[in-house]
């Protein structure tokens, strides 16, 4: 089942009590992904001895298909108080938030800004929250199932297009200290746009082993 925006945020918050800490020491697991859409149980019947089998047999009913590319981030929020001036950090917050809509598909993105958004003034200083908003969002992204599974027909071009870049970034980080699993890579991608994922491809290439996955999500000036 997808979650709704009340939930997500319900989650966020409930991760905002471990506080940045957390989300450093442990990269993944931060929140658990719900994928698959959900499926409205059948209702039971109402016994009647005037029930007629035509009533009992009622179809299963399927929720809408799970979909990213609908949605609207909000307005991202503004710059704080410059460093220099000993109040704040500058536009740590605005300038990731930018990133987030640039790299993200539509759903996802609304998802992060809004958690931006929800943080004090204070968590928007702090990288590791701002970017605990990004991954908290990607790993509750739709799933990509049709792209995971090679095709060696013309009908469906670009279906293995997530294993392909995900198969190279995992070969190019064997052995690294960070380097992601198929699986982990799988759910990153599948909530980043096509941009999004060319940005974590590059970030990934020069630091497998120092920032991983989590620290290239949604990153648009790698360093």
Do not use: W
């Amino acid at each position: 089942m997808t979650i709704d925006k009340g939930s997500f945020l319900l989650a966020l918050a409930t991760l905002g009590i471990g506080g940045a800490g957390g989300y450093v020491a442990s990269q993944e697991g931060v929140v658990k992904r719900i994928r698959e859409p959900g499926v409205m149980e059948r209702q039971p019947a109402e016994e009647s001895a005037a029930q007629t089998p035509a009533a009992t047999a009622s179809p299963t009913s399927t929720a809408p298909a799970c979909d990213d590319m609908v949605g609207a981030p909000g307005a991202c929020p503004g710059p704080g108080y410059s460093a220099d001036e000993g109040q704040g950090c500058g536009a740590i917050a605005s300038k990731r938030c930018q990133d987030f809509k640039e790299t993200m598909k539509p759903r996802v993105a609304e998802q992060a800004v809004a958690c931006l958004n929800a943080l004090t003034p204070g968590q928007r200083c702090d990288p590791a929250r701002v970017s605990l908003c990004a991954h908290a969002a990607l790993m509750n992204a739709c799933s990509e199932a049709d792209a995971l599974q090679p095709t060696t027909t013309a009908t469906a071009p670009g279906r293995d297009e997530v294993a392909s870049r995900c198969e190279g970034i995992v070969r190019a980080c064997s052995g690294a200290t960070l380097g992601p699993t198929m699986r982990e890579c799988r759910e990153t991608l599948a909530g980043l746009n096509a941009l999004g994922r060319d940005k974590l491809a590059a970030c990934m290439s020069a630091h497998c082993g120092d920032k991983g996955l989590t620290g290239c999500e949604a990153v648009i000036d790698v360093e």
